[in-house]
């Protein structure tokens, strides 16, 4: 075995080493750590459903039916009536013909690519792609190519030399470290002239963008006959847990007889489920919680501009402001942990060398009050 305890020791000294938080409290806009209350810009709990009332008593609810478990996969005795009325339930909020339930989204990336893709062939990603789709793109032993982020005249030569007949381009919706939006219109054109299909991850973008919450897709009009292969998670703006995949008919019959990552895992408890449920009603219902969430972006960047900092051009919760280098980045999320605001510091190898960065999320658990604290500490940065 390695040295691991060498290897350790080399991160730390390259301020890469990770630690985890223990958390004490609910999620929401202040957590508690070891104690000490903070003012949190760190979560993924977009529309601030992480803790609401109404799905906890779904929740509850769910459990007290279902019992905690859900006891085996979905193709042995594990797919109960809830998970059902889920699926049905995505797949008509996302636009899509059915949509198949996965434990996480990792799992479902996975499952998704490596169901679809072989030896024979062509798997395209962008560059800035969620670890998941890349580890489906190389699990799938597929020919895997990348293109430079966004950069779709590489994409359009990548597609124009290909020799392989099956042809997938994968992509984030939103991209998770920079919080900019694919040019998803451009991709699905490049599909269509090139004959291949296209897999979007939109598991920053479900709930949070389009009118009613559809994410990417519904926010550029993008359908099933656009191609795209959706994915998307149920632990962010849903504040619940789970992932699932929509498409066509034969897309998901073949994920429930080929993904092995559907096939040879437990399915989530069934109160899960019913927590999305709920979940997906307020993001339905409740289109304020979005305009009071955009309305929070739009103060932080104006307030930024004047700050000096430099922050990334993301129109969503995402915000991250680029450092540089690791030790900066790890002493600018300590300054403002002292200030009691929990920012964390993000680097490499999640984000690129020299690009360390404070990733800076709202929630619209948020307030105005609190953004302006934010950036009254962001000022006092040195």
């Given at each position: ?150 950069d779709m005249s590489s994409l359009e030569s990548i597609l124009k030399n290909a020799t392989s007949k099956q042809r997938l381009i ?213």
């Open positions: 075995m390695k040295d691991l305890n060498v290897l350790l020791s080399k991160r730390k000294q390259e301020n890469r080493y990770r630690k985890r938080e223990i958390v004490s409290s609910v999620q929401g806009a202040s957590i508690q750590i070891n104690g000490k209350s903070y003012l949190n810009f760190s979560s993924n709990d977009y529309l601030g459903l992480a803790n609401d009332p109404a799905i906890v008593e779904a929740f509850n609810k769910g459990a007290n039916h279902y019992g905690v478990g859900s006891g085996a996969a979905h193709l042995i005795t594990g797919h109960s009536s809830i998970h059902h009325d889920l699926e049905q339930a995505l797949a008509e909020h996302t636009g899509r013909s059915r949509a198949l339930l996965f434990s996480t989204g990792y799992m479902a990336n996975i499952g998704v690519i490596t169901a679809l893709c072989n030896r024979d062939d062509l798997v395209i990603e962008d560059r800035l792609n969620h670890a998941s789709l890349i580890d489906g793109g190389l699990y799938s032993n597929a020919n895997f190519k990348r293109y430079p982020h966004a994968v992509t984030d919706g939103v991209f998770s470290m920079d919080g900019d939006i694919a040019p998803l219109n451009e991709i699905a054109s490049l599909s269509q002239k090139y004959n291949a299909d296209v897999l979007v991850d939109d598991a920053h973008g479900l709930g949070v963008l389009g009118k009613h919450g559809g994410g990417v897709c519904e926010s550029l009009s993008l359908n099933e006959d656009d191609k795209p292969i959706l994915m998307a998670t149920l632990g962010k703006a849903f504040g619940v847990f789970g992932a699932f995949v929509a498409g066509s008919n034969d897309l998901i019959e073949w994920l429930i007889q080929q993904a092995r990552t559907y096939v040879y895992t437990t399915a989530i408890p069934p109160a899960i489920a019913a927590a999305s449920l709920a979940s997906l009603k307020i993001i339905q219902t409740q289109p304020e919680r979005r305009e009071h969430l955009n309305d929070l972006i739009t103060q932080f960047k104006k307030g930024v501009e004047s700050l000096g900092l430099q922050l990334m051009p993301s129109q969503t919760p995402i915000q991250p402001i680029v450092v540089g280098d690791e030790s900066r980045a790890l002493k600018w999320s300590d300054e403002l942990r002292n200030q009691g605001l929990l920012v964390k510091a993000i680097r490499p190898p999640t984000v690129p060398k020299g690009t360390s960065r404070l990733r800076i999320t709202f929630s619209a658990a948020h307030t105005k009050q609190d953004v302006q604290r934010l950036l009254v500490s962001l000022e006092k940065l040195t």
